[in-house]
Antibody, heavy 116, light 106 residues
Framework: EVQLLESGGGLVQPGGSLRLSCAASGFTFSDHAMNWVRQAPGKGLEWVSA????????FYTDSVKGRFTISRDNSKSTLYLQMKNLKAEDTAVYYCVKGQWLDPPWGQGTRVTVSS | IQMTQSPSAMSASVGDRVTITCRAS??????LTWFQQKPGKVPKRLIY???SLQSEVPSRFSGSGSGTEFTLTISSLQPEDLATYYC?????????FGGGTKVEIK
C-alpha cells in the first residue's frame, strides 16, 4: 500500500526557513518522480516543485524559484522541500505527490503558516 | 501553460448531467488529469490521461478531449459529488492547475 507521510510544517516568521519531509513507503521510491503541491487557505491547488527519478532534475513554479529547493534521498525513500525566505503567501498545506501523473493516494499534507 | 477552467462555480440538481471544461493555452496532447476535492478532504484523482477512469471511481464520471480543450462530465449528479473539481496539465513543467469548479447541489 502506497503511503506518503509529510512532516516539518509549522509556524514561521516572514523571512524564515523550514524543511519539509515526505516519508514514502509501499513502492519503489527511486523509480518515480515526486512533486510538492500546495493549497493556501480557501484557495485552489498549486503545483510547487518536482524532482525526476532518473537524474534528479528539478523544476519549480516561478513564485518559489531561488527560495525553495527540492531534493530526495532514495536510500531513505524520503522527499524534501527546503524553504527559505518564506513569505505570507507561502502559507498553505503542502502535499507530497508521487509520479508525473500525480498518482493517488496523496498524503494528508503538512501545514505551513508564515506569520509574525 | 495556462489552464482556464469553467465555470468557476455551478449549482445543479441530483440526476443532472454536469459538464466542466478546461482549456490549455497550448497543446498538451492528453496530459490532463482531473481531481475532486470534497470539503476538508485531500484531493482525489478521478481521471488521468484525459479520459482514463481511475480505479474505484464511479462510472458516472468521464473525461474527454485532447490538445487544448478538455471536458469532465458527470452523467447523473449525486449528492456525494458536492466538491470542487480541478484540472491539471502535466505535459510541461511547471505543471499548472485550473482555478477549480465548485459544484453545489440544488
Amino acid at each position: 500500500e502506497v503511503q506518503l507521510l509529510e512532516s516539518g510544517g509549522g509556524l514561521v516568521q516572514p523571512g524564515g526557513s523550514l524543511r519539509l519531509s515526505c516519508a514514502a513507503s509501499g513502492f519503489t521510491f527511486s523509480d518515480h518522480a515526486m512533486n510538492w503541491v500546495r493549497q493556501a487557505p480557501g484557495k485552489g491547488l498549486e503545483w510547487v516543485s518536482a524532482i525526476t527519478s532518473l537524474d534528479s532534475s528539478t523544476f519549480y513554479t516561478d513564485s518559489v524559484k531561488g527560495r525553495f529547493t527540492i531534493s530526495r534521498d532514495n536510500s531513505k525513500s524520503t522527499l524534501y522541500l527546503q524553504m527559505k525566505n518564506l513569505k505570507a503567501e507561502d502559507t498553505a498545506v503542502y502535499y507530497c505527490v508521487k509520479g508525473q501523473w500525480l498518482d493517488p493516494p496523496w498524503g494528508q499534507g503538512t501545514r505551513v503558516t508564515v506569520s509574525s | 501553460i495556462q489552464m482556464t477552467q469553467s465555470p468557476s462555480a455551478m449549482s445543479a440538481s441530483v440526476g443532472d448531467r454536469v459538464t466542466i471544461t478546461c482549456r490549455a493555452s497550448q497543446d498538451i496532447s492528453g496530459f490532463l488529469t482531473w481531481f475532486q476535492q470534497k470539503p476538508g478532504k485531500v484531493p482525489k484523482r478521478l481521471i488521468y490521461a484525459a479520459s482514463s477512469l481511475q480505479s474505484e471511481v464511479p462510472s458516472r464520471f468521464s473525461g474527454s478531449g485532447s490538445g487544448t480543450e478538455f471536458t469532465l462530465t458527470i452523467s447523473s449528479l449525486q449528492p456525494e459529488d458536492l466538491a470542487t473539481y480541478y484540472c491539471v496539465q502535466h505535459h510541461t513543467y511547471p505543471f499548472t492547475f485550473g482555478g477549480g469548479t465548485k459544484v453545489e447541489i440544488k
